[in-house]
């Protein structure tokens, strides 16, 4: 190992890692990101990797590509000369000083501060269809709030599918854009706290498709329809829809800190305090989606990396 120590380690890529390497690097803290290496399912960039147009992020009167813009915040990090590495943080100990991070390469990095901003995995279906179409922005997305004011779903039937508290939530949404919005869930009942559930099932566009289960999106370039699948008769049938959100919950990417830092029942990252950004490891910081189950939003995301390269910055200044 070398004895080398880094001042701060960032681990992520999304607009939180990028927003905190912005800052340390401003500080001169000589940051180091850790941008992951890369799956199916997540790639460096994070959530708005899989984003066609952001047009709800301050500063882009036109709107912007998701990934357009995660690779301005890289080039932006780059430029006050952040240190980037296409690898996974895969293990780490904070028990000692300075901590210990092992990448998925094999190397291991000790550092005075981390800031973690790994994000969180919408979780999605698996069937055939969902993940060409979602991403070919072809109207198959996890984010109503994200995508749903775009033209595309402007005056079409629109399926949301899932039964808790987002589901309602991306359902009401939509119902400002939809013609029709069906809410598909797998059970006659649903999860959504009750206020939710009122709201929802009192709006006059929204239809509730019960003990369903969406079998396959249909369309080549655009979703075209969904098959469905009853629950209790197994029965199989087609409707036309102009778009899809799923909605049945996110992962936080977090499995690499259990036992290492304290973590809410759900598996995000627990702040001890209000407004800051320091986890139960005096030094480790938490910003983004890893840390954020209620607001899940880049501008959101971005503010909390800010946050917590400035807390790090004044822990190190504090001789931490
Ligand atoms: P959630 O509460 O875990 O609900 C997920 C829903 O998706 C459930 O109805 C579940 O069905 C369904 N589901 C899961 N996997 C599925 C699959 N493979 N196929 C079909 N359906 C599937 O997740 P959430 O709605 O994202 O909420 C997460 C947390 O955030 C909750 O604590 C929630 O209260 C909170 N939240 C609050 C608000 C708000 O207050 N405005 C808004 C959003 C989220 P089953 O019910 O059958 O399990």
């Given at each position: 190992m070398s004895d080398h120590i880094e001042n701060l380690v960032i681990v992520g890529s999304g607009p939180a890692g990028w927003t905190a390497a912005i800052y340390g690097a401003r500080a001169n803290l000589n940051p180091i990101v850790y941008e992951g290496a890369g799956s199916r399912t997540m790639?460096?960039?994070?959530q708005l990797m899989f984003t066609?147009?952001?047009?709800?992020?301050?500063?882009f009167a036109d709107g912007i590509g998701g990934i357009e813009m995660m690779l301005e915040f890289k080039k932006q990090a780059m430029r006050f000369d952040t240190r980037v590495v296409t690898?996974?943080?895969v293990e780490v100990d904070f028990s000692i000083r300075p901590f210990l991070l092992r990448t998925s390469g094999g190397e291991d990095v000790r550092a005075r501060t981390v800031v973690i901003a790994t994000g969180a995995n919408a979780r999605w279906?698996?069937?055939?269809g969902e993940e060409r179409l979602a991403q070919s922005g072809g109207g198959v997305s996890a984010c109503a709030v994200c995508d749903g004011a775009l033209p595309f779903f402007r005056g079409r039937v629109i399926a949301v599918v899932g039964g808790g508290d987002s589901a309602m939530e991306e359902a009401l949404y939509m119902t400002k854009f939809a013609s029709e919005v069906l809410v598909i869930h797998r059970r006659d009942e649903l999860r959504a706290s009750q206020i939710m559930q009122d709201r929802a099932l009192a709006s006059e566009k929204i239809r509730f498709l019960w003990n369903k289960t969406v079998a396959e999106v249909l369309g080549d370039e655009v979703i075209s329809g969904i098959r469905l699948r009853d629950t209790v008769t197994g029965e199989e049938s087609e409707i036309a829809v102009g778009g899809m959100f799923v909605a049945i919950g996110h992962d936080p990417n977090t499995a690499f800190l259990r036992g290492h830092i304290d973590l809410k029942e759900n598996g995000y990252v627990r702040l001890?305090?209000?407004?800051?950004?320091?986890?139960?490891?005096?030094?480790v910081f938490a910003a983004g989606d890893v840390m954020d189950d209620y607001y899940r939003q880049a501008v959101s995301a971005a503010g909390t990396g800010c946050m917590a390269a400035l807390e790090a910055e004044r822990f190190l200044a504090h001789g931490g």
């Open positions: 790639i460096p960039g994070g066609t147009d952001v047009e709800n992020y301050p500063g690898d996974d943080i279906l698996g069937v055939p001890p305090t209000a407004w800051r950004t320091e986890t139960n490891v005096p030094g």
